[in-house]
Every structure is written in C-alpha cells, then in structure tokens.
C-alpha cells in the first residue's frame, strides 16, 4: 500500500513539473478585462508603453487592451469624461482642469511615465552653437494653447528671459501632429516637433534639431495614466494590473540597448525604420525620459503647478491628494 502511495506522489510531481503546477492559472482571452486606453499621441517618446503591449505585459495583467491615439490631452480627456475610454495617458494638466471645473466625477492621476518634456526645436538651419536669444524674431510652429506641450516651450523661453508673446512670432493654428509636414511645406522658420517627426524632418534634410525641451525644462512630469475617480473605485484590480505592466515596460527600457528596444516596439511603427527608431530611442535614454517607477510625486506636482501658474492657466487651489494617488505605484515597485 505505501509503495502504491509513494508511486502516486512521485506520478503527480512528474506531472506537475512537466505541465506547469501553479497556484494561479495563467488569464486566457476570455478572462480578460477590456480596457480602451486612448494615448495623447502615438510617439516612440512612450517606450515603455509599447514594451509592454508587446511582451504581453497587460495580458500577464489579465487586460484585453485596446489602443486608441487621441492627439491632444483635450480630446483624450473628452474620451476619458464620456466613457469612451477607461484609461486616459496625457499631461497631467488637463485632469487639473477638469477638477477646476467643478467635476465630481474627475480624473486621478495613478501613474506617471515621461519625466522629461519630449518636444524638440527643430530649425531650418543646422546650428551646433544654438541659444534660445537665437529665437527672437522668428516665426515657430508651436502647440495648443494650455496644453503641456506649449507650456514647457513657454516655460523654457521664460526662464532664458524671452517673452514668447513679443519675442517671436508663434504660430498655434495647425492640428497636433500636422506641423511637421507644415514646416516641411516652407510654413515657419522653426518648430516644435516631437519624435519621430523630429528625426524624420533630419533625415528627408528639411530641419534640423537645435535644442532639446526636454533638456532646458528640467524634470517635469510630462505625462501620466489617469482614470475617473468612479472608476478606479469599481476596478481597482484593473488599474493595479495596468500599473504592474507599465512598470515591467519601464524596467526595460531602463536595463536594455536602444537596438533590443527598438527592435521590440518596432511593430507599433510600421512606417519607421527600426534603425531610426534606435536613434530616437538613444536620444531620449540620453536625456534621463523615463521613469524608474510610476510614482507621481508631490515635487512634481508642485512643478507642475508652477508651470500652469507661468503659463497664466491655473486659477485655484487643487490638492495633490485629491488628484494624484501613488497607491498602485507604490504596490507595483514591491
């Protein structure tokens, strides 16, 4: 009876070792959660977020993620308020407006990804000996008005003692990601212009990259995942499993090669070469843009704010508590 016994342990460990015992199942398709999660824009300025669609990290999550590009915070928060999205990814500075407005139903910032701006001056001509007092007098293709994007330019011209309402003439009528084929089109003798369509102008020889926003702005919280209060509140095990694979994305981008991340993202942009997509990704690990955690800190809300505050759009008190929750950060890091 015992030897019985004992062959009938030793036949489940066997089993057990070839076929994967766990105490979890692994989530298949159809225990995955939906999530639509509209992006502010499809840039390769957010790596680590198409790290982890790509190494599965959101179905590890348990999450059938969707992705939608929104471009511009405005339109991304418009999906977020009318449930055409569970998960919005922008500047943080529209969930404080939203907030401002009286909302009850408000965003909270979970995470944060980008902590530098990820904006570039491109000029007509190359110019390796560049300041920002090379700027007066010229017309520049800028952003929207109130949104992150244009506040750091204006924050950077600030702090380099240029007016950017008399110092140069700012051009802020062309949709979010169209200014780059404006400029190429002879329209503006500078732009502001994100990745890749900094490098693109580079390489097609219609500009150049002068100056790095990133660089001259400082740490600023650039970008981060919120979600409605309501929410958060109903799927807290949803936003928990976002937050984990979002920090396994960063973890990568942070210990692997430009070459190993391009190569991984590379399907996200099926219209860039990944040999460019290497050098956008080096420049952007150069300037320290991403995160090692998510955790949206007090400091940086307070820089925020500032910005906000210089750019004249913030008219009241908003608590960092109200907003911000590092909760599932803190969670993902253990």
């Known amino acids: 009876m015992k030897k019985r016994i004992l062959v009938t342990v030793a036949l489940l460990m066997i089993l057990c070792t070839f076929s994967g015992c766990k105490k979890e199942k692994e989530p ?27 190494e599965g990290y959101f179905k590890e999550a348990g999450i059938d993620l969707t992705l939608v590009t929104g471009f511009g915070a405005d339109k991304v928060m418009t999906a977020l308020v009318s449930d055409e999205a569970q998960i ?3 500047g943080s500075e529209a969930s404080i407006y939203v907030y401002l407005e009286g909302s009850k139903d408000y965003a909270v910032n979970f995470a944060q990804l980008t902590q530098r701006a990820g904006n570039f001056l491109v000029s007509r001509e190359a110019d390796d000996d560049f300041t920002w007092e090379d700027i007066k007098g010229k017309t520049v293709l800028a952003g929207r008005e109130g949104g992150m994007p244009q506040m750091v330019f204006e924050y950077v011209l600030k702090q380099n003692n240029i007016d950017p309402k008399n110092d140069l003439d700012m051009v802020q009528n062309i949709d979010f990601g169209l200014t780059a084929g404006a400029f190429s089109g002879g329209q503006g003798e500078m732009t ?7 490098t693109n102008l580079e390489l097609q020889g219609d500009g150049y ?13 650039y970008t981060a995942y919120s979600a409605k209060q309501s929410y958060i509140e109903k799927n807290p095990q ?13 973890e990568y981008v942070n210990s692997h090669s430009a070459d ?8 996200q942009f099926p219209e860039t070469d990944v040999k460019t997509i ?23 809300f307070d820089l925020l704010c500032d910005i906000l505050e210089t750019a004249g759009q913030l008219d009241g008190n908003v608590p960092y508590e109200d907003i911000i929750t590092t909760k599932y950060s803190e969670e993902a890091v253990k």
């Open 28 to 54: 298949t398709e159809a225990t995955l959660t939906p999530v639509t999660l509209n992006e502010v824009a499809h840039s390769i300025f957010y790596a680590p977020q198409y790290v982890a669609i790509e």
């Open 88 to 90: 919005g990814f922008m």
């Open 192 to 198: 502001v212009e994100f990745e890749p369509h900094a």
């Open 209 to 221: 990259v002068v100056a790095s926003l990133g660089v001259d702005s400082g740490y600023v919280p």
């Open 238 to 250: 949803v936003i928990q499993g976002f937050t984990n694979a979002i920090q396994k994305g960063l």
């Open 260 to 267: 190993e991340i391009a190569a991984i993202i590379a399907p």
């Open 278 to 300: 290497a050098i956008i990704v080096e420049r952007y690990k150069e300037q320290d843009t991403w995160k090692n955690d998510t955790i949206f800190t007090k400091d940086s």
